[in-house]
Nanobody, 113 residues
Framework: QVQLVESGGGLVQAGGSLRLSCAAS??????MAWYRQAPGKQREWVAG???????NYADAVKGRFTISRDNAKNTVYLQMNSLKPEDTADYYC?????????WGKGTLVTVSS
């Protein structure tokens, strides 16, 4: 059974940094991704990474966020620098296994101005 556990969220001032982690179990995943959902808004894609390490980013976070993964630990990370108040959201890890999409429960990031 696939399980995803996010951690690393918290309260940070604008300009600060946080590092999110998502530990996955139950399968070996090719693509892993981070999404976020701000209050009153739809969930949006933030960044993705393949097993071989190819990455891509949403324009809103490009140059500030870095996604990485440790295949031995089946864990994906999101290093977030130069945080802005508009980055405030619940951040979710997503994987797909055998055609089924799995989501973590999320970790809250709050950026104060």
């Amino acid at each position: 059974q696939v399980q995803l556990v996010e951690s690393g969220g918290g309260l940070v001032q604008a300009g600060g940094s946080l590092r999110l982690s998502c530990a996955a179990s139950g399968s070996i995943f090719n693509g892993m991704a981070w999404y976020r959902q701000a209050p009153g808004k739809q969930r949006e894609w933030v960044a993705g990474i393949t097993r071989s390490g190819y990455t891509n980013y949403a324009d809103a976070v490009k140059g500030r966020f870095t996604i990485s993964r440790d295949n031995a630990k089946n864990t994906v990370y999101l290093q977030m620098n130069s945080l802005k108040p508009e980055d405030t959201a619940d951040y979710y890890c997503k994987v797909v296994a055998d055609g089924i999409t799995y989501w973590g429960k999320g970790t809250l990031v709050t950026v104060s101005s």
